[in-house]
């Protein structure tokens, strides 16, 4: 505890710096529903920006490295974040479906505090896993329970209701795949790399054949 206390407390400028060793920076306006979850706290070089909003906290079980999130996002029901992943300005992640068959589209029916507390609720959450390297353009709203895949690509303005596969690129109202960023061999390389869980030196010195993927992952390998 009094770790985590000395994180929270080393502030820079407008952020709070959250990991000494391997800074994260965490924007003092963002909020969350209780302290800070330790998945977050363990990220090595992340950046959580001006008034980001992490919902049912607890649910965030994982949490990588190296991700960067925009401001005004509204993360909820999201079980796991990635390593390299960038979340645009204004996204909203994990947002609930409301019941269109039952007599009411309501959630207080099911919330015992409201006198209600119908079982079996069609609203029970459904958590929303988001992958590595996975980019997330602004105004974007991804729907509970929604896989978005390592590599994948949302467009700005996009509204996701299913999963995406890796490396694909989705777009519109509702997302649909718009082309893949790499040829087949080439995701699959990619894939069974896993460079995103390589030592950082392997990839500084990799980096100058970011353009060749192929290569790149040859450069790891060694």
């Known amino acids: 505890m009094l770790e985590k206390l000395l994180r929270i407390k080393s502030a820079i400028g407008s952020f709070i710096r959250v990991n ?20 977050i706290l363990k990220s090595k070089y992340s950046t959580i ?10 649910a965030l079980e994982h949490f990588g490295n190296f991700n960067f999130i925009g401001d005004r996002a509204i ?29 009411s589209s309501s959630p207080f029916f099911y919330r015992k505090s409201k006198g209600f507390g ?10 929303t896993i988001i992958e590595h390297d996975v980019l997330i353009s602004a105004n974007t709203i991804v729907l509970e329970g929604v896989k978005l ?56 010195n990799a980096s100058s054949l970011f353009n060749d993927p192929l290569k790149f992952i040859e450069e790891i390998k060694n």
């Not at 965490?26 to 302290?35: E, L, T």
């Not at 119908?118 to 958590?127: G, L, Q, T």
């Not at 895949?149 to 509204?159: E, L, R």
Request: glycine share 6%; aromatic share 8%.
């Open 20 to 39: 000494l060793v391997y800074p994260t920076i965490i924007d003092k306006s963002s909020k969350f529903y209780s302290v800070i979850p330790d998945s």
């Open 49 to 58: 920006c001006t008034g980001v909003q992490f919902l049912s906290w607890g």
């Open 75 to 103: 993360i909820d029901h999201c079980k796991s974040i990635g390593s390299y992943c960038s979340i645009s300005m204004d996204v909203k992640i994990g947002l609930r479906n409301h019941s269109l068959d039952t007599v």
């Open 118 to 127: 119908i079982k079996n609720s069609p609203m029970e959450s459904r958590a």
């Open 149 to 204: 895949s390592t590599g994948c690509v949302v467009a700005a303005g996009a509204v996701v209701v299913s999963d995406v596969p890796p490396y694909a690129i989705v777009g519109g109202v509702p997302a649909k795949i718009l082309k893949y960023r790499f040829s087949e061999e080439i995701i699959d390389a990619l894939l069974s790399s896993e460079w995103w869980n390589c030592d950082l030196d392997k990839i500084k």
